[in-house]
């Protein structure tokens, strides 16, 4: 250790734990609580399950494999929220795995040619997003913080949209269910304490169907079909089954890096509700995300079921509860197996009545919109930055409204601008690209040892402040050179992407005479993202530097 | 963000001095911290105020630990509690910067405390 008794504190696992938390990340909450709150975020992820039911119907999938296809979904989805639960091997953070509107596009076409190419092209585009896993940490300049943003607030408005379309179907008395569903959910997620708040989403949709109770609206056809159900039963297998069509490659690798944002963000937004002191993103285990999303899919793919994602509505719900144990992961992934070997109770679950999903669907979406600005809050806006969010937000806005536009389109090209997720991050993708040409920065200061550090420091301040640099960067980098400036250091490269800095200091070599005296690196090596130190042959070295913003 | 975490490898084995010695570390990733959200003029200020009590309480009950075991050490340790209180000194006498310069003085003079002083004589003066 180079400072004997004195750890350093810069990784997650000394984050520092906001007092709104209930239940912060390495909390152990009793067994009744775990599995009330495992139940709540299923009964949130659960709805997600009408997706695969979407696309077995466009697939000509008769109900009872239908069924088969729900169960092995349930278990696929179970293993994921396991894996991404843990700390070694996912994210760390408490996110429930869900099958994801983002692929719905895109399987709604393959499923004309039957549910196998469905099966083989979620396969295809799971395993492309688990490589894309490392490409996103290295080309990150191209998926800057306020792309990420733009793609969780796209989802809310997304969910919040689908919310309001499901609950007004029923109409005036539809709108009072979904009305209560979400007014109860807000009253227990705003005011409430302790338990009352746990429960928010919960107790939000048990009001909600209570109304419902009293509206008279028809319920879902198959809901009583549910009762007629087996309680428990293996699943059956004999929907499994897999073909490629290259026709389908596109839409399906779009929607893969769609979802890859999707998880980084979702990552992101856990990191930030987990940590009061939350500075910048956390790339290993945005990383570890949305490989295991992309496993995940994979996965479901084999299973012969769908798409799958973080479910940023799960993650909403633990902002809200303040439950963010990783814990409930593990009681989430038992109550999706428990369902995926209860046909009844899935049954019974994804035929909850419109009004009360549509509300909760609101819910969660404002939740999901709000992370998002929070998101956009850390970014130092600009002309370029601000470009990059309002146009693609505003095209998104433009599809989630079915704009004539759309119509317009060609039909080769419709398949890949059916999502507003889609087009909105394709858009981002693309403007961002543009406003970034040239916008890469590098400066060269020459060090005078006559000089006063704090005058040097200054000159490289007025470089950063002159870049748009965010402010915790300038912070870092001020209190990383103060200490690494001394009389050997000789000159200072900046450069700077929009995304990263990275700092290259050269050190004159020691004199003959002089003591040698380690660096000191306290601060250096605690608050850069990575440090690297190069000696050269004429004994002078350099040390390389990268702060994330 | 903490930046330092206290550990029991630099536990002098007296509650109330390795109390001040966290105390010190928290104030360190205040600091630190406050810097990160652009408040670092309230809490440059806080710091300077609890350093103030640190060096006239702390650096008193260490003295006194070492004289009652009759250190040797304990002249070169006044020696040193002098060095800081003048290097606090000088930090609150330069008015010339902006809270923020400040901060990353103060936080290289906690880093010295630490490193030198807390890490090395106070860990030497407590003994195997």
Known sequence: MMFPGIRRGSDSLMARRPDSLIHGLDDKPRALTLAALGLQHFMVAAPNLAIVVMI??????????????????????????????SRRLGSGYFIVSCNSGIYLSASLAAATGGLPVVCGMTLVAGIFQ?????????????????????????????????????????????????????????????????????YCSLLGMACGYLVYLTTGIPGPSSASDAFSSALFGLPSSAHLGLEFDVGYLLPFLFAAVAASLKTMGAVDIC??????????????????GVLVDGLSTTLSGLFGSTGTNSSTSSVGVSHASGATSRVIGIAVAAWMLVFALSPAFTHLVVTLPDPVVGGMLVFTGCLVIANGFQILGTVPMDMRRAGVVAFPLLVAIARVANAPLFAQLPDSVKPLMSSALAIGVFAALLVNAFLSWGNARQA??????????????????RILDEWNVAHNVKVRVMLTLRE??????????LAFNGCTLHIGLTRAAPAQDAQTTPDGRFFADRVSDAMAHRKRADGSSVISLCFEQ | MPIAIWTPALSLGVDSLDADHQKLIDTLNMVFDAMLFDRSSAALHSALATLDDYVTGHFARE???????????????RQEHEALR?????LCAMSDLSDQERSVELLMVLRDWLLGHIAHSDRDASGP
Do not use: Y
């Open chain 1, 271 to 288: 990191a930030r509700i987990n940590d009061a002191a939350w500075v910048r993103p956390e790339m290993h285990a945005i990383r570890r």
């Open chain 2, 86 to 90: 003048d290097q606090l000194a000088l």
């Open chain 2, 63 to 77: 003295e006194a630990w070492m004289q009652a075991r009759d250190h040797p050490d304990l002249a070169r340790h």
């Open chain 1, 444 to 461: 060269t200061v020459a060090l005078d040892p006559g000089h006063p550090v704090g005058e040097r420091l200054r000159q490289v301040r």
């Open chain 1, 56 to 85: 077995c119907r466009a697939a000509g999938v008769d109900a009872a494999a239908a069924e088969g296809v729900l169960s092995f979904s349930l278990i696929a989805l179970a293993i994921a929220t396991l894996v991404q639960c």
């Open chain 1, 130 to 198: 688990a490589f894309f896993a490392s490409l996103l940490v290295r080309a990150r300049r191209f998926f800057p913080n306020e792309i990420v943003a733009l793609s969780i607030i796209i989802v809310g408005i997304e969910i919040g949209v689908i919310g309001l379309n499901r609950l007004s179907g029923a109409g005036v008395p539809g709108l009072v269910v979904g009305g209560a569903t979400f007014f109860v959910s807000v009253v227990f997620g705003v005011f409430g304490r302790g338990r009352w708040r746990l």
């Open chain 1, 484 to 493: 690494l400036l001394d009389e050997r250091a000789s000159s200072l490269k």
